[in-house]
Each structure stands twice: as C-alpha cells, then as structure tokens.
C-alpha cells in the first residue's frame, strides 16, 4: 500500500515537473516569434517609404510633361484661330465686293426692264396703226379678214387633203385588197363548208294512214297529250303517210319527233304510254346534245371546255337562225378564224375559241333576257374563259369596239359564214327594204344625179353631177356615205360605195 502510495506520488512529482519544463520552452518560442515580427513590421515600413518617395517623384515628372503638352496645344490653338479670323476678315471683305456688284446689275437690269416695256409700248401702237391703216385700205376689219383667210385655207387644205386621201387610198386598197381576197379565198377554200337552210318545221313518216287516227285518239286525248307535253303543234291532213311537228323550238321539235317514233315503233299510243316515251326521248336528245358538244370542241381543237358549256353547246345544234344550223355555222367561224389567225400571226387557241362560244347565247335566249351576245359573255366569264376570249366575244357584234386581232378576225369570219350565198334565207321585203334605205341614203347627198344598189345591196354605185361635184370632193363625198351607212344601217359584210364622174370612179369599201 506504501509503495503504491509512494509510485502516486512520484507519478505526480514527475508529471508537474514535465509541465513546468513545457511551460518555459513555449515562453521562449513565443518571444523570438515577436521579435521576427517587429523585425518584418519595419523592413515593410522602409519599403513603403522608399516606394511612395519612387511614385511622388513619378506624379512631378508626369505633371511637367503634361503641362508642356497642354501649352504647346493650347499655343497651335490659338494659331489656328488667328488664320480663321484672318480668312473670315478676307471672306467678308469679298462677299461685300459681290453684293456691290450683285446691286450695280439689278439696277442695271432694272434700267433695261423700263426701257424694254417703253418699247413694247411704243411697238403696240406701231401695231395699232398699221391694223388701222390695213383696215382703211382693204376696207374690211380684223375678224373680216380673219375669216376670209381661214376660210381659203380650209378650201386649200380640204383640197389637199381629199388629193392626198384618194393617194394613199388608192395605194393601201391595191396592196389591202390583194392580200385580203388572197387570205379569205384561202380560208374558204381550206374550209369548204356546205350547209342547207333548215325550217321550222319536221315530218314524220307513218308505215299506213291508219296510224293516224290513233295518234289522234278517243275524242283527241292522244294528240292533246302529245302537244301538251311536247309544246309542239301535231299537224295532222292530207298529207299520205306524214305527220308535219311545227315548232320554232327545235330540241322541243324533235323531242317530239323521237317520242312519236317510238310510240309508232311500239304500237301502243295512249296517254301513260306517251308520257313514258317523252321522258325517255327527252333523256336520250340530252345525251345527243352533250356528245354533238363534245363533237364540236373535238373538231374545233382549241382546248377544254367547261361541263356546262359543252351543254349549251350541244344545244345550238338544233337552233338556227335564218335557217342557218347555228352549231354547223359556229363550227364554220371557228375553222375561218383560226385559219386566217394562222396567216396573220395572230393567237390561233384564243380566235378559235372565241369563235366557238361567240354564239352561246342564242341557245339560251327564250330562257334568259338580254341579247344572245351578253349571254354569251355572261357563260363565258363564268366558267372562267380567259378576257381576250370574252373581249372577242362581245365585240363580234360591235356591242364595243374590237380591241384586239382576234376580236377582228372573229367579226370578219361571223360576216362571211352569215353573208355566204345560200347559207341564210332572206325575206323578199326586208331584202328591197334594205335596198330602198342604201339608195335613199345615198340620193339625199347633195351632187348626187342617181343611186344604184348591186350584188344585193354589197354595191352601190352613186352617179354625181359633173358640174356640181370633182373629183376630190368625189373622194370626201364617198367617205360621207360609207361612214352614214355604218352609223344608221344594218347590213351583213361589206358594201363597197362607188362614186361616177366624167367616166372617172372613186371608190371605198366598207
């Protein structure tokens, strides 16, 4: 127990002995560490001091130059503004040496002015008296003398110009002429159409005249049926083995044709059975119309054609107008115009097409109102024909004036398949009713001794007196009953005026 005690207690005495060992070493660690830092402390301060003193001195010498530079600027400165000074005091001195001049010139002008309107003064009444001395001479006034000078200067150049028309007439109709009947013959002849005058009438042959009667019916229920359905007027008379359809509707016509054809064929003819066969025929006849339109856009080779309008197309085909087949006539425009639009350089596709729609409107014209021209238009534009097309066809009666080649050519086919011997018929009263208004036309001129119409109204031959009318006023009087005959008549083609005096002709076509 002792010496436990005693190992304690050395234990201790050994460990405080260790403690003040450690504590003494530290205290002198600790001091030499302060001692190195005062040490640092002033060698930084020495530094310091000696690199400030460095930077002071720099900042001086910069100052200096710095001071230098602003005065050797400042000096030049101060050059440049004694030049621009001196420039100004000489500019200055110029511009008041001009502006002295500048005021000797207006004044100058001013003088000149004064005396320029004294001499236009003095020149006016120069003027004045020597009008007044003409006057007292010629024993007329101003407006006297005028007008007698205006009045042979107009006879002069009335003269002149009528001598120089006749010229150049005579040379443009030669060469015009020539190429026109070369061009047309050629057209005519490529063409070589040959159409026969239809009427507005259809016979239907009958196997026996029995037939007859049962057409007709009990107490006429038959026929009644027939013209009530068809709109066609059944002409049942003498006539052996015939039954005449009268209509001016000719797809109402034949229609009707159809439906008698195949009630005959079947035999058995009453009312149900009559409507049966119309409402067949009817379908039938639409699908003839829609492949006749199919046909003519076939033959004319201009292009597609819109659905609708192959329609109405195929209708023409049983229209006609003065009993010319308007879809063999339409056909016939097409093939002139394209023709002649060939030789002239001109759009084949729009000439032709134009040519086949010109004439739309006649198929339509008991339906809507208006003339067969704007309906014709109207269709065009909307199915959506191009606007040289639809400007061709509105002109092609000169509902407005042609615009283009292709409205002309469209014109001059539609008048030649129109005018063509044979293809029209005529009245005989409304054709000496034409003829009587070209002569009186042309006998109510002054000059004029006697008018004659020729070829059927495309000539007139006028006979003036020689003693009243020469030859340029033949000239300008041909011209006067030419342009009378566009603004008043109506008349197919061309009618070519002829003017006789002394033996000599003056002649233009029109």
């Known amino acids: 127990m002792l ?12 460990g405080g002995a260790c403690a003040f060992a450690l504590l003494g070493l530290s205290g002198s660690r600790l001091a030499a560490a302060r001692r190195a830092r005062g040490l640092l402390l002033a060698e930084a301060r020495r530094e310091a001091e000696a690199v400030k003193r460095e930077a002071q001195v720099e900042a001086r010498e910069e100052a200096v130059r710095l001071r230098a530079e602003i005065e050797a600027d400042t000096q030049e400165r101060r050059a440049r503004t004694v030049a621009l000074e001196e420039r100004a005091r000489g500019g200055l001195a110029d511009l008041e040496r001009k502006l002295t001049e500048v005021e000797r010139k207006e004044q100058g002008l001013a003088d000149r002015e004064t005396h320029w309107k004294v001499l236009q003064e003095e020149q006016k009444q120069a003027r004045a008296d020597e009008l007044r001395e003409l006057e007292r001479i010629s024993g007329m006034t101003i407006n006297e003398a005028k007008a007698e000078v205006l009045a042979r200067s107009e006879a002069l150049v009335r003269r002149e110009l009528a001598r120089r028309v006749r010229q150049l007439e005579e040379e443009a109709q030669t060469e015009a002429k020539r190429r026109a009947r070369n061009l047309v013959a050629d057209a005519l002849q490529r063409v070589a159409a040959s159409h026969a005058a ?10 026996s005249d029995d037939m007859k009667g049962r057409i007709i019916g009990k107490e006429g229920r038959n026929i009644r049926a027939l013209e009530h359905l068809t709109g066609v007027n059944f002409i049942i008379d003498d006539t052996p083995q015939a ?7 000719g797809i109402r016509r034949e229609i009707a044709r159809l439906t008698l054809a195949k009630l005959i064929e079947d035999g058995r003819i009453q009312p149900a059975r009559i409507e049966e066969m119309y409402y067949v025929s009817k379908s039938e006849l639409e699908d003839t119309m829609r492949s006749a339109g199919e046909q003519a856009v076939f033959e004319a080779d201009c292009g597609e054609v819109h659905e609708e309008l192959l329609k109405v197309l195929g209708r023409l085909r049983f229209r006609t107008s003065y009993g010319q087949n308007v879809l063999k006539h339409t056909l016939e425009v097409v093939h002139l115009a394209g023709l002649m639009a060939s030789e002239l350089g001109a759009s084949v596709r729009t000439a032709k097409r134009a040519a086949l729609l010109h004439d739309l409107g006649k198929a339509m014209t008991h339906e809507t109102g208006g ?3 704007q309906i014709s238009v109207q269709l065009a534009r909307r199915y959506g024909e191009s606007q ?13 004036q042609p615009q283009t080649v292709e409205a ?17 018929g005529e009245s005989l009263e409304l054709y000496v009713k034409r003829l009587e208004a070209l002569e009186e036309l042309a006998a109510s001129k002054p000059g004029v001794e006697r008018v004659y119409a020729l070829q059927a109204g495309r000539e007139i031959r006028v006979i003036v007196k020689p003693t009243e009318v020469d030859d340029d006023t033949a000239v300008l009087l041909s011209h006067e009953i030419a342009r009378e005959i566009e603004d008043q008549l109506e008349y197919p083609g ?13 002649e233009l076509a029109r």
């Open 3 to 14: 010496v436990a005690i005693g190992i304690l207690i050395g234990l201790v005495i050994g």
């Open 494 to 506: 061309q009618i070519t005026v002829t003017v006789i005096r002394e033996w000599r002709v003056t």
């Open 408 to 424: 002309v050519l469209v014109i001059a086919a539609d008048a030649i398949s129109a005018s063509r011997p044979g293809a029209r």
């Open 371 to 373: 003339s067969h021209t």
């Open 388 to 400: 040289a097309v639809v400007h061709a066809i509105e002109a092609h009666h000169y509902e407005i």
């Open 243 to 249: 039954v005449v359809l009268s209509s001016f509707d």
């Open 198 to 207: 239809e009427t507005t009438v259809s016979v239907v042959e009958l196997p």
